[in-house]
């Protein structure tokens, strides 16, 4: 059974830092790309960053490159995103994603098959 399931969010001030977790079942885990997304009310849901199987490549959003990393930890099939520096246009409800279907931008929330149920994170 493929699955995600996200924790670590949470409310914070302006500056502070939270640490997201998403974790995946194996073969979820093992998919090309896992991906983290975010979506505030109202608003699409846009990519955040994404990290690739193998070599772990990367790949950050313009808007939080610089204070976001994204990481895996494979002994836990479990992906990480640390958000530094938080700013409140970063609420949203944060989204684990796997399972890229190839030819798709990695920041496309459509080319993705599975999904966690979400974790919020408020900035003010």
């Known amino acids: 059974h493929v699955q995600l399931v996200e924790s670590g969010g949470g409310s914070v001030q302006a500056g502070g830092s939270l640490t997201l977790s998403c974790a995946a079942s194996t073969d979820a885990y093992d998919s090309n790309y896992m991906a983290w997304f975010r979506q505030a009310p109202e608003k699409e849901r846009e990519g955040v960053a994404a990290?690739?199987?193998?070599?772990?490549?990367?790949y950050y959003a313009d808007s939080i490159k610089g204070r976001f990393t994204i990481s895996r930890d494979d002994a836990a099939n479990t992906v990480y995103l640390q958000m530094n520096s938080l700013k409140p246009e970063d609420t949203a409800t944060y989204y684990c994603a796997a399972d890229l279907t190839l030819g798709n931008s990695v920041f496309s929330p459509h080319a993705y098959t599975t999904w966690g149920q979400g974790t919020q994170v408020t900035v003010s």
């Open positions: 990290i690739a199987t193998g070599r772990g490549a990367t």
